[in-house]
């Protein structure tokens, strides 16, 4: 019976992490999004209105030139 063994560099498990993690993130992301999608559809079917975001604009007032 032979054993073999295998050497995994460093830099290997370096870029397999990179891998699985960059899956996680991406996974999570398109999770988000369409759990976004379905509450949105649902609140639309139900007729709730969200909380509006209201954003106050100030006029800047000033010169830049010197």
């Avoid at 559809?41 to 030139?65: A, M, N, P, Q, Y």
């Amino acid at each position: 019976m032979q054993i073999n063994s295998a050497y995994i560099d460093a830099s290997s498990i370096n870029m397999i992490i990179a891998a699985v993690a960059s899956v996680v993130v991406t996974v999570g992301a398109v999770v988000v999004v369409y759990v976004r999608r379905m509450k949105n559809k649902v609140k639309d079917k139900l007729g709730i209105k969200g909380k509006d975001k209201v954003t106050e604009t100030k006029e800047i007032e000033g010169s830049f030139d010197d």
